[in-house]
C-alpha cells in the first residue's frame, strides 16, 4: 500500500514537471515567432496568451508530419521537442531567468488589484487547485478515452497515422490529440489532461485580455469571471478533451483580426491566419467559424482598394490553409473524402452508417422547425437537458448570456463591439443549423461573456449609489460562482 502511494505520487510529480517542460517550451518557441513577426509590444500577459497556444500548435503540427511519414514514435516525439527548444533556447532561459520577476509582478499586481480583482485571483485559484488536483487522476472521461487518447495509441501501435474505423472520430482534425500522443506514449495519460487545462486557463486569460481592451481599463474581469462561472469550462478543463484548445484558437484568430483592424498591421492579420489554421486543424466544426472570420475581415476592409482587399483575403486564408488544410489533405488520399467519414462515406463507411451517424448527431435539441429555432434562447434553459451530452447539469449556459439580446439596444457600441456582436449571431446560427450541443458551443463562450458583460456595465453605469455600484456585478459574479 505504502510502495503504491510512493510510485503515485512520483507519477504525479513526473507528469506536473514534463508538463511545466512543455508549457515553457510552448512559450518559448512562440515568442520567438512573435518576434520575427515583430509583435512585441503587448503586455506581459497578451504575451503569454499569443506564445503558449503558438508554441503549442507547433509542437502538435510537428507530432502530425512525424505521424504522416510514418515515424510516429514517442522517442521522435521528444526528440522533436528538443529540437524546438535549442532553436528557441534564448528565449527558454529567459523565461527561465524571468520567472522570479514575473512571480514578483504578480505579487504587486495583487497589492494594486481592486476587491474584485482580487476576489476573482482568489477564486480563480481555488478553482485551479481543484482541477488541478483532478486531472492528475486517471483518465476516466468518456470521449477521452473512447477517441482523444485512443486515437493516438492506436497510431503509437502502428507508427503511423491511418484510416480507423473504431474510434471514427480520430479520423477528423486533431491538432489537440497530437498533444496528447506524448503522454500516451509515455504511459503518463494525466498529462493530457493537464495540457487541456492549459487551454482552459489561458481561454479565461484571454478573454480578459480582450475585455481589457474593448470593454474598459478594469473591466476584463467581468467576463473572465462570467466564464469562470461556467461550469462546463471548469469541468472540461480536467478532461482530455480537445473544446477548450478549439475555442482558444477561434477566439485568438478573432481577437488577432480585430488588433490587426485597429492598427492594420500585416503581422496581426498574419497571426490571425495562424490561430485560425490552428483553429481548423482542431476540429471539422471551426470550418464554418473560418468562413464567419473571412467575412468579417470582407467587412472590416470595405472602403479600401479592390487589391488591398484581395491581398487581406489572401494573405489570411493562405496562411490558415496552408496550416490546417493537411488534415484534410491526409483524409482525401486516403478515404477520397476530406472530412472522412461524413459526408460522402468512405473505407468502412456506406450510406447506411453515414446516415446513422448524421441522424445521432442532429438528434440533439427540440426539433428544427422555425418556431424552435426562434424559441433557442429559451430551451437551452429550460430544455438544457435536451441539449446536453453525458456532462449533465454541468453543461449549460451562463443565465447572464442572456444579456447577449440587450447588445443589439445598446447606444455607443464600438466598432469591436459591433463586429464581435456579428461574429456572435453568425456562429449561433451555425450552431443552430448543425448539432445542438451546449458543448459545441464554447467558441462562443468568450463573446457571450464580452457582450453580456458590456451590457452589464451599460445598464448599471446611470446607478447613482457608487456603493451600489462597486457591489452589484461582483456580488452577481461570485453568487454564481459558488451557486454552479
Known amino acids: 500500500m505504502i510502495n503504491q502511494i510512493l510510485v503515485n505520487i512520483i507519477r504525479a510529480l513526473a507528469t506536473t514537471a514534463i508538463w511545466i517542460l512543455i508549457t515553457y ?15 512585441e509590444d503587448r503586455s506581459r500577459l497578451d504575451r503569454v496568451v499569443f506564445a503558449i497556444p503558438l508554441g503549442l500548435g507547433v509542437i502538435s503540427l510537428g507530432i502530425f508530419l512525424l505521424g504522416v511519414a510514418g515515424q510516429f514514435k514517442i522517442g521522435l516525439m521528444i526528440t522533436w521537442l528538443i529540437v524546438l527548444a535549442i532553436w528557441s533556447r534564448d528565449d527558454l532561459i529567459a523565461s527561465l531567468r524571468n520567472t522570479p520577476s514575473l512571480l514578483k509582478a504578480g505579487k504587486n499586481s495583487w497589492r494594486n488589484a481592486n476587491y474584485q480583482g482580487k476576489g476573482l485571483i482568489i477564486l480563480s485559484f481555488i478553482i485551479l487547485t481543484l482541477t488541478f488536483l483532478q486531472a492528475l487522476t486517471p483518465v476516466w472521461d468518456y470521449d477521452g478515452l473512447m477517441y482523444h487518447l485512443e486515437g493516438p495509441r492506436q497510431f503509437l501501435e502502428a507508427n503511423r497515422i491511418l484510416l480507423l474505423q473504431h474510434p471514427y472520430q480520430a479520423n477528423g482534425p486533431m491538432l489537440i490529440e497530437m498533444l496528447y500522443s506524448i503522454p500516451v506514449g509515455l504511459g503518463l495519460e494525466p498529462l493530457s489532461k493537464l495540457i487541456h487545462m492549459t487551454f482552459g486557463i489561458l481561454l479565461i486569460l484571454a478573454t480578459y485580455s480582450l475585455g481589457e481592451r474593448y470593454l474598459g481599463t478594469r473591466k476584463g474581469w467581468i467576463p473572465a469571471a462570467i466564464m469562470l462561472a461556467s461550469p462546463i ?30 492598427s492594420n498591421r500585416f503581422s496581426y492579420l498574419i497571426v490571425a491566419g495562424i490561430f485560425s489554421g490552428l483553429m481548423i486543424g482542431s476540429k471539422y466544426l471551426a470550418l464554418g467559424y473560418f468562413l464567419i472570420l473571412i467575412l468579417i475581415i470582407i467587412w472590416l476592409d470595405r472602403g479600401k482598394e479592390w487589391h488591398q482587399r484581395f491581398v487581406n483575403i489572401f494573405l ?36 447506411d452508417r453515414v446516415q446513422f451517424a448524421s441522424n445521432f448527431l442532429s438528434s440533439f435539441g427540440t426539433g428544427k422547425s422555425f418556431v424552435d429555432y ?39 457600441k464600438s466598432r469591436a463591439i459591433v463586429v464581435i456582436l456579428f461574429l456572435t449571431v453568425m456562429g449561433f446560427v451555425y450552431w443552430a443549423l448543425t448539432s445542438q450541443q451546449i458543448r459545441l458551443l464554447l467558441p462562443l463562450f468568450p463573446f457571450f461573456s464580452i457582450l453580456a458583460s458590456k451590457a452589464l456595465v451599460d445598464i448599471t453605469s446611470p446607478i447613482k449609489s457608487r456603493k451600489l455600484n462597486k457591489v452589484l456585478i461582483p456580488g452577481v459574479m461570485g453568487g454564481l460562482i459558488f451557486f454552479y
Open 374 to 412: 426562434l424559441l433557442l434562447p429559451y430551451n437551452l434553459y429550460v430544455h438544457q437537458n435536451k441539449y446536453s451530452t453525458f456532462i449533465g447539469s454541468r453543461e449549460s449556459l451562463s443565465p447572464l448570456f442572456l444579456f447577449v439580446l440587450v447588445v443589439p439596444f445598446l447606444r455607443n
Open 233 to 262: 469550462i471548469v469541468s472540461l478543463a480536467g478532461y482530455a478533451y480537445s473544446d477548450l484548445g478549439w475555442a482558444l484558437y477561434t477566439l485568438l484568430g478573432m481577437y488577432s483580426i480585430l488588433i490587426w483592424s485597429d
Open 316 to 351: 489570411y486564408g493562405g496562411i490558415a490553409f496552408l496550416i490546417g488544410f493537411p488534415w484534410y489533405l491526409k483524409n482525401i488520399i486516403y478515404s477520397g473524402n476530406p472530412v472522412y467519414p461524413l459526408f460522402f462515406g468512405g473505407p468502412g463507411w456506406p450510406h
Open 25 to 39: 517550451i510552448s512559450y518559448s518557441v512562440g515568442r520567438r515567432i512573435l518576434t520575427y513577426l515583430q509583435i
